[in-house]
């Protein structure tokens, strides 16, 4: 799902996936329910920080040097 900012998403369904696209950034999502008799919630409001991610390390290594990423070729001879 895109968000845009201060645009109302409207959805029946009880999850959302937000886009992958969001820049890095801090959002503030606010959720509203509104009930088939038209009632409406409280808001429901949660800050969520996008961080630009590091190279995933297999086994939770936190690296102590350089990394290198892609195949490694062996020197010649």
Same mark, same amino acid.
């Given at each position: 799902m895109t968000f845009s900012?201060?645009?109302p998403v *409207?959805? *029946?369904t009880p999850t959302v996936v937000?886009?992958?696209g969001l820049p890095v950034g801090t959002y503030r999502f606010r959720l509203v329910v509104v009930a088939r008799d038209g009632r409406s919630s409280q808001p429901a409001e949660v800050v969520v920080n996008i961080e630009?991610?590091?190279p995933v390390i297999p086994g939770g290594v936190t690296p102590t040097g350089p990394i290198v990423i892609g195949p490694l070729q062996p020197s010649p001879p």
């Open positions: 900012p201060n645009k *409207t959805t *029946t937000v886009d992958r630009r991610a590091g």
